[in-house]
Structure formats: C-alpha cells, structure tokens
C-alpha cells in the first residue's frame, strides 16, 4: 500500500466520525521507520486542508526524522523535574486546548513521568480520542501486554512498558512498517537509529538476527489476525449456536497467573470471542483467612486480567470443578484454559480414588476443551503462543464475531438511569434499579430479585475496573433490561470490602442463552472503555448519562461501517 493511498484513507475516516480515530504504525523493532511513515502522511494530510499538529515526535536526533518535523504546528511539550532531573513530557491539556484535527503521538507505549495526569501515554490517547481529536501513533510489537512471555523467550528480554491489547484491537487503521532485519541492522551500523556508544551492544543483544525476525514474525501473525478480526462484518454475522466464549481459571497461589492470562487472552482474539477471568473462592480463601501478600498477588492478577479484557469474576465453592463447570454452561464457554497444578496429589489419596481438579474437568467437561499452560516452566523454550498440551477433545473453532450492536440487544432509557450522591449499599442498589427495570409492571420483579441474589450468593459480580455488573437469567423476560447507577460516593459491599461507583444491572431472558452472553459481552466491552467511564462519573442528571451512552452507541456503529 502507498503512503498516498493510506493517506487518502484516513482521511476518508477522518471526514465521517464523531469520535476521533486511532491510526498506528505498527513494527517489529526500533530503526524500521515507524515515526518516518508517520510524518509522511502528516504532510499528506497537511496538504489536503486538514488541521493536523505534532503533540509529541520522538526523533532521537535522526536527521532524516528532524527534516521531517520541520513545517508541521508544534504544541510545545511540557517540562517536569523528577530527581533533579528535566523531563519533556507530551502536554496532554494543551492538546484538548488547541484541538487539532489531527495529532501525532509518538511512542504509544510510554510510560509518563509520575505525578502525570495519567500514568501511560495509551491513556493520554484515550482522553484526545474521546474529545474527538483524530491520533496517529507508533508502536513496537513487543509492547502488546500478552506477547510478554513470548517475546521474552524469543529475545531474552524483559519488556518493561507494555499496552493492553484492546488499544490495538480497537484502533481503527493499523500499518505494517517492515524492512529485512539485515537492512535494519544496515541502518543501525550507519548510525540511523541509535547513537554511536549504543551500536555494538545493540548488535550483539536486541538486534541480533535470530531476534529480529522472530520479532518480525510475531509482527506480521499480529497484523494478519487484526486483519482478519476487522475484516468480519458484525452485522452479518451471529453468535453461533455451539458454546465458543473462553475461560481462564484463577489461583491465589498458581505459578505465574499473568502468562496464564495473556495466553488465554491471545485465544480469545483469535477466536474473536469475549473471554473470562474467573477465580474460585473458596472457604478456606476467605480475605479474613488469607495472608496479606497472596492477597495482594491475587489482586494483582485480576487487575491484570482487566487489563487484558476480560470480564472478571469471583465465585465462592469449595468444589472448585463443580463451580468452573456451573460457569462454563451458564455463560456459553468452549475453552476453559487452565495452568499445570502446583502440586500433585499425595500417592495415599489416589489411592482412594481421588484425582486432580484437571482430571475431574476433562472427566467431567463434556464437549469443553480443555488447555493446560505449563505455567511453571513459562520461561523454558516452549514454541510461541502454544499450550503445553491439551486434552483428548476438540470440537470445531466458529469464525463468526459477537453482534455487538446495542440497539438490537438492549436498552436504556432516561427512565433506567439513578445517580446517587450519597454512599449506598449494593443490595439497595439492586434494589432501585430492578424498580426502575419493571417501571410498568411489577411481575415477575420477585423472581427476578431472588435470581439477582442467587447470582451473587455464587459470586459476587464487582467486575473492577470501578464497575459491578449484577445480571440474572429471566423466565419469561421477551427481551434484556438495563439499568445503570452511578454511586458519586461509592457502591459498597461489605461482605467483600469493595467499593465501585458504577452499577449496570442485566434481566437477560432465560432462552436463548446466547441473549445473555451477547449482551454482557457488550455491557462488559463498554465499561472497559477507560473513557466511557470517566464521562458517565461526570455525569450530573440522566439525560447526561444518556448523551454518554448515545455516543458510545455511535462510535460502535461508525466502527462498523
């Protein structure tokens, strides 16, 4: 594709959205010529009339870069001292100001200096977006946050700034910016990426040959799955009728959980299906019962599986296969992706008949895949982005996408929305909103409460990211109802010590089951939207919360087109 062509394409994108559009020169390692194509097409879009400004350009001194730079509007960047040390950071205010068309935005992944508005540049991307300001933007492969352990075993190197996956599944344009690793490693000999003293130890580590094209591989298998996820028209196509969604199973104590759920994560997209995150509470893991640390290493991975994009849940049982399995029919999953156990049974209790959690779930998960990660030797040299093993039983993968059209699932109107100054309890949440829900009519309301509280007797539904997502299968509900609240000073749940501020509650249908997985992909899908909850807590009265929901319902529209 020529530089023109892709030019004359974003600007075709640029002409018709609301919301701003995220375009990302995508390659494989520094010096291939990411920022270079970047400020290309920046002239391109300059020449046709739009206004399109350099929020930040990281040129590391390259002349052939600097040129480049040179009559494009500048926004100067803001200086910070940190340790006695000045810091040029992007001024992500005098961007929002300024409000250009278009801004590049150098080096998605990185990471600003602390005491900064947000703590990643991905996220600074996030608010210009939402303010309607179109992003150009770079990235290196190795920062996708689940490539971590695969591209470590490549490299043997520890990438320490990584991005969540979803900013690169949902951008609209990405570019592969390629050119042989013996022409890249040309280029750094000459001096053209990195300065003089940085050369030899670069060629001897990083850039060695067998890194390169490793890295260039991962590259292109990256670019052609995101070709193959947009290509795909959600319109035309169903959620199928065989279960396809993909689980992950969490342990307090499991050997390394975050390669567990970046590979699952990594299924997921190639399976283009919602996943989950699901941890097993048992009553000997109660937070009362439990040490501080694996508590906080917990804590931890669920923040991660957040990250990721899954949706997270706990549930409480002490037979832990029964529990994963209940999961696995109610929300329609295929997959259930599980790490080695930490420990195998004792020889005294096999033989009495006992056998292992990941024995009972291939015993017992009839028509589930099962995939075992060896999470305890993740860093062997195991081939890339594949499981250790898996079980005797397969069943065939569905190419179609989830519909994730709001207006064909749900909705919600003004009628549907509370917002609470007050701190409020999580069960007088419920409450109100499940009034709000059967405004009309109280039938069925009791049923519908006594499932709501079923649910959360399972497990409660306080998914993070500031976000609890209370939902129940409903006899005889024609279609879904939504309600949502925000809490300005918190939702509480005392049982489990949390706190949210924004409540979604669900009344799917009983049948088809598909109903409720397709709407909970999307409810799930629009609370991760770091965006879409910083406006819904702006919110002041209904009709805001209303703008906010009209305009993510457009932006997932135009994303469609």
């Not at 990211?465 to 000073?489: E, S």
């Not at 629009?526 to 319902?553: C, F, N, P, Q, T």
């Amino acid at each position: 594709m020529t530089g023109g062509t892709r030019a004359d394409s974003f600007l075709r994108l640029i002409r018709r959205s609301q919301r701003g559009r995220l375009k990302v020169y995508l390659g494989y390692a520094a010096g291939v010529g990411k920022t270079y194509q970047m400020l290309i097409e920046a002239h391109r879009l300059k020449e046709d009339g739009i206004d399109i400004a350099v929020g930040l350009v990281e040129t590391h001194r390259r002349a052939e870069t600097e040129a480049l730079v040179a009559g494009l509007a500048l926004i100067p960047c803001r200086k910070i001292t940190y340790r006695g040390i000045l810091i040029e950071e992007m001024d992500l205010d005098a961007i929002l100001a300024r409000r250009p068309n278009v801004v590049l935005v150098d080096e998605l992944a990185h990471t600003n200096v602390p005491g900064s508005k947000n703590a990643k540049r991905y996220q600074d991307v996030e608010e210009i977006l939402s303010a309607g300001i179109h992003v150009i933007s770079t990235l290196n492969v190795q920062h996708l946050e689940s490539l971590y352990e695969t591209v470590e075993r490549a490299t043997a190197v520890r990438v320490r700034e990584r991005i969540p996956d979803h900013i690169i599944a949902e951008a609209d344009q990405l570019v592969n910016v390629d050119i042989t690793p013996e022409d890249l490693r040309r280029r750094l000999k000459e001096g053209k990426v990195y300065i003089t003293e940085r050369i030899d130890t670069a060629l001897e580590h990083f850039f060695k040959p067998t890194n390169l094209e490793q890295l260039r591989e991962l590259t292109l298998r990256e670019l052609a799955a995101q070709i193959d996820s947009h290509r795909r028209d959600p319109l035309a196509e169903d959620l199928p009728s065989s279960p396809d969604q993909v689980m992950v199973c969490l342990s307090s104590r499991g050997p390394n959980s975050e390669a567990l759920l970046r590979y699952a994560s990594r299924l997921a997209g190639r399976l283009n299906r919602n996943w989950y995150a699901v941890y097993v509470q048992t009553s000997q893991e109660h937070p009362t019962r439990m040490d501080a640390a694996i508590q906080g290493m917990l804590s931890n991975t669920l923040m991660l599986a957040q990250q990721l994009g899954a949706t997270v849940f706990t549930y409480k049982g002490d037979d832990i296969v029964k529990t994963i399995l209940q999961f696995a029919r109610e929300y329609r999953v295929g997959h259930v992706v599980i790490g080695t156990p930490g420990r195998k049974l004792p020889f005294w209790r096999r033989l009495k008949g006992d056998v292992s959690i990941l024995e009972r779930l291939v015993i017992e998960g009839t028509g589930i895949t099962v995939v075992v990660l060896d999470t305890k030797a993740i860093s062997d040299d195991l081939p890339a982005d594949e499981p250790l093993r898996t079980d005797r039983k397969s069943h065939h993968i569905a190419e179609e996408v989830l519909n994730l059209t709001i207006q064909d699932d749900f909705v919600i109107s003004n009628s549907c929305t509370l917002i609470w100054d007050a701190t409020i309890e999580k069960e007088e949440a419920m409450r109100l909103l499940l009034d709000v829900c059967y405004h009309e009519s109280a039938e069925n309301k009791e049923s519908a409460w006594k499932a709501l509280l079923e649910r959360e007797h399972q497990g409660g539904t306080f998914v993070g990211q500031d976000v609890a997502i209370p939902h129940a299968r409903i006899v005889n509900l024609r279609r879904p109802l939504v309600a949502l609240g925000v809490g300005k000073a918190g939702i509480q749940d005392r049982e489990s010590e949390r706190s949210v501020r924004i409540m979604l509650l669900l009344l799917s249908p009983a049948d088809p089951p598909e109903s409720h997985v397709r709407v909970l992909g999307v409810i799930s899908k629009m609370a991760r939207d770091d965006g879409w909850r910083k406006e819904i807590l702006s919110a002041r009265k209904s009709s805001d919360i209303m703008e906010v929901i009209h305009e993510w319902e457009n932006r997932l529209n135009a994303a469609d087109k």
